[in-house]
């Protein structure tokens, strides 16, 4: 069992920056992928980015792809999301969630369902 615990989760102005770090309990975390996932109300659970255990593989999707950084610390079993340029239409709860091997194929990566491990979730509220 894989445990994850979000953090750094708060409100920002937009144009403002906010960092996310998720910490994993119990499993082998270097092989492992990554991934950081958003649900605002009343929306589909969207990826945000995701990352391969060895940290030199990353996706992100269009909307945030050059002001979203995923990056991982295996030492710390840590995975981080930097936000920069904060927009009202990032708000949202922000999840990490694990993917443990066999990985998932790219193009599956996308499907929430498909992820095995979740955390709760912490929340981003882009506001002036």
């Known amino acids: 069992q894989v445990h994850l615990v979000e953090s750094g989760g708060g409100l920002v102005q937009p144009g403002g920056s906010l960092s996310l770090s998720c910490t994993a309990s119990g499993g082998s975390f270097r092989s492992y992928s990554m991934a950081w996932f958003r649900q605002a109300p009343g929306k589909e659970r969207e990826l945000v980015a995701h990352?391969?255990?060895?940290?030199?593989?990353?996706y992100y999707v269009g909307s945030v792809r050059g002001r979203f950084t995923i990056s991982r610390d295996n030492a710390k079993n840590t995975v981080y999301l930097r936000m920069n340029s904060l927009k009202p239409e990032d708000s949202a709860v922000y999840y990490c969630?694990?993917?443990?091997?066999?990985?998932?194929?790219?193009?599956?990566?996308?499907?929430?369902?498909?992820?095995?491990?979740w955390g709760q979730g912490t929340q981003v509220t882009v506001s002036s």
């Open positions: 969630a694990a993917d443990p091997p066999p990985l998932l194929i790219f193009s599956s990566y996308g499907r929430s369902d498909l992820w095995d491990y």
């Open positions: 990352i391969r255990g060895g940290g030199s593989v990353t």
